[in-house]
Nanobody
Framework: QVKLVESGGGLVQAGGSLRLSCAVS????????MAWFRQAPGKERELTAS????????NYPDSVKGRFTISKDSLKNMVYLQMNSLKPEDTAVYYC????????????????WGQGTQVTVSS
């Protein structure tokens, strides 16, 4: 059973930066496609970033492209989301997710989820 634990959320002013971390345990780290999703109050969940098993394929929606960077550290079994130039519309609960299938992640149906971490961007 894969366990995902997020950290690093908080309150930041618009234009600021945060780095989210996701500790991965219970599975073979490089067997999983890793992703970050977010969900704001009253809005649908959004795939925010994904990275393939070997790290060669990375996807971002246009809403965060150029501002957010996903990365992974296979030695530490960690996944990160560096968020720069934050905007109030980035305010959401951010979730780390994993699945062995890239398709499952891109279809927003990964098998494993973290508990989420709140990011609030003030204007």
């Amino acid at each position: 059973q894969v366990k995902l634990v997020e950290s690093g959320g908080g309150l930041v002013q618009a234009g600021g930066s945060l780095r989210l971390s996701c500790a991965v345990s219970g599975g073979t780290f490089n067997s999983y496609v890793m992703a970050w999703f977010r969900q704001a109050p009253g809005k649908e969940r959004e795939l925010t970033a994904s990275i393939s098993r070997q790290g060669g394929i990375i996807n971002y929606p246009d809403s965060v492209k150029g501002r957010f960077t996903i990365s992974k550290d296979s030695l530490k079994n960690m996944v990160y989301l560096q968020m720069n130039s934050l905007k109030p519309e980035d305010t959401a609960v951010y979730y780390c997710a994993a699945d062995q299938s890239l398709g499952a992640v891109l279809n927003e149906r990964p098998a494993y989820w973290g508990q989420g971490t709140q990011v609030t961007v003030s204007s």
